[in-house]
């Protein structure tokens, strides 16, 4: 069974960075896509972005490209979000997630291993 945990979330203020951390264990990550979730009360999960395993290729949401970034440690086995230059409509509680397979899917339904999420707040 392949788990995966966050951490890393926290306040900051507009304009700050902060990098969370998704650690995976059970399985080797080499035929998985990684991909980080967030969701505030009341809305739908929305994709932030993904990375392939195998190859590093990166796919990210409209509303975080050039800000967010995306990487992964193989040594172990862990996938980074780092956020720079955030803002206040980026608070959420961010999840990372797993999808086994090559294609880079944003529908969370495509995901199958869901860690319990971290907590991100931006000040204004």
């Known amino acids: 069974v392949l788990l995966v945990e966050e951490s890393g979330g926290g306040l900051v203020q507009a304009g700050g960075s902060l990098r969370l951390s998704c650690a995976a264990s059970?399985?080797?990550?080499?035929?998985?896509?990684m991909g980080w979730f967030r969701q505030v009360p009341g809305k739908e999960r929305e994709f932030v972005g993904a990375?392939?395993?195998?190859?590093?290729?990166?796919y990210y949401a409209n509303s975080v490209k050039g800000r967010f970034t995306i990487s992964r440690d193989n040594a172990k086995n862990t996938v980074y979000l780092q956020m720079n230059s955030l803002k206040p409509e980026d608070t959420a509680s961010y999840y990372c997630?797993?999808?086994?397979?090559?294609?880079?899917?944003?529908?969370?339904?495509?995901?199958?291993?869901w860690g319990p999420g971290t907590q991100v707040t931006v000040s204004s």
């Open positions: 990375i392939r395993w195998s190859t590093g290729t990166t």
């Open positions: 059970g399985r080797t990550l080499s035929g998985y896509v």
């Open positions: 997630a797993a999808a086994a397979g090559s294609i880079i899917p944003t529908a969370p339904a495509r995901y199958n291993s």
